[in-house]
């Protein structure tokens, strides 16, 4: 495996296009924007991000690495979200947790995904229902990184990105 990173410090709107052709994944940090109690993308930047059509991961300033990894499946998503955060918290010796959004029962597709994914994850997720929205859960959670699997959405929506852009935790958006 090759890995090859490129730090960019200029304009994020200008140059994001460019380097997201042969990019596999977009890192940014949030700017340290206070706006109440949320620290926000500047929104020239934030709309460049949902722009690209690549994974993007959008951390909180200065955090330390995660505690705890939360990857967010739905009824139709969910096995890459799953590997990529095992592989996440793995790495990072965080807890991984598995919450199920969309109102589908945790006893659903998803435990058989997870016990044939079992053998290939470093330890057992926790498996649990969302409680109330995702716009709640990215509000209320901190000390974490949360995984989203959106490749089976169309155009990206502002809704989702305004989403991402007040969550108070690091989020990465699966596309």
């Known amino acids: 495996m090759r890995s090859v990173f490129r730090a960019v410090r200029a304009s994020l709107r200008a140059e994001l296009p460019m380097v997201a052709e042969t990019a596999d994944l977009i890192i940014v940090e949030r700017a340290a924007r206070p706006l109440g109690s949320l620290i926000r993308l500047k929104a020239p930047a934030l709309r460049a991000v949902h722009a690209v059509e690549r994974p993007v991961l959008?951390?909180?300033?200065?955090?330390?690495?995660?505690?705890?990894?939360?990857?967010?499946?739905?009824?139709?998503?969910?096995?890459?979200?799953?590997?990529a955060g095992a592989r996440i918290a793995a790495a990072g010796g965080a807890r991984l947790e598995v919450r199920v959004a969309g109102g589908i029962e945790p006893a659903s597709r998803l435990e058989a995904l997870l016990s044939r994914l079992a053998p290939g994850l470093p330890a057992p997720p926790h498996l649990a229902a969302v409680e109330g929205s995702l716009e709640t859960l990215l509000r209320s959670v901190?000390?974490?990184?949360?995984?989203?699997?959106w490749s089976d959405r169309g155009p990206e929506r502002a809704e989702d990105w305004r989403l991402v852009d007040e969550a108070r935790c690091s989020v990465l958006v699966l596309r």
């Open 58 to 83: 959008v951390l909180e300033e200065s955090r330390a690495a995660p505690r705890q990894v939360l990857v967010v499946v739905s009824e139709a998503v969910g096995e890459r979200a799953i590997i």
């Open 142 to 149: 901190r000390e974490a990184l949360v995984v989203l699997d």
